[in-house]
Nanobody, 118 residues
């Protein structure tokens, strides 16, 4: 079991940057995959970026080259650096911790709002 707490959301102008942080209640080093998802009003929740325990990362096509995910095993945090933000990035962002079998280990944070608007 793990508790996840996100922080760092807010209002930013197009082209700006934000850094989201997810603090875990236990070591993240052994968690199979840590990820960030987002959900915009009226849309399904989608994967934004993820990092596995071996350091492999994957990104949604819409954020490649703009977002970076990294995990700090010493601090038990996972961070999403978001640059060149666009209005379509507006959503609630959720931190996720998942095991190799999602049905057995799959936890979510409460979410943090990101609004990109001038």
């Amino acid at each position: 079991q793990v508790q996840l707490v996100e922080s760092g959301g807010g209002l930013v102008q197009p082209g700006g940057s934000l850094r989201l942080s997810c603090a875990a209640s236990r070591s993240v080093a052994s968690i199979y995959r840590m990820g960030w998802f987002r959900q915009a009003p009226g849309k399904q929740r989608e994967l934004v970026a993820a990092v596995t325990s071996d350091g492999s990362t994957n990104y949604a096509d819409s954020v490649k080259g703009r977002f970076t995910i990294f995990r700090d095993n010493a601090k038990n945090t996972v961070t999403l650096q978001m640059n060149s933000l666009k209005p379509e990035d507006t959503a609630v962002y959720f931190c996720n911790a998942r095991g190799p079998v999602a049905a057995l280990f799959n936890y979510w944070g409460q979410g943090t709002q990101v609004t990109v608007s001038s």
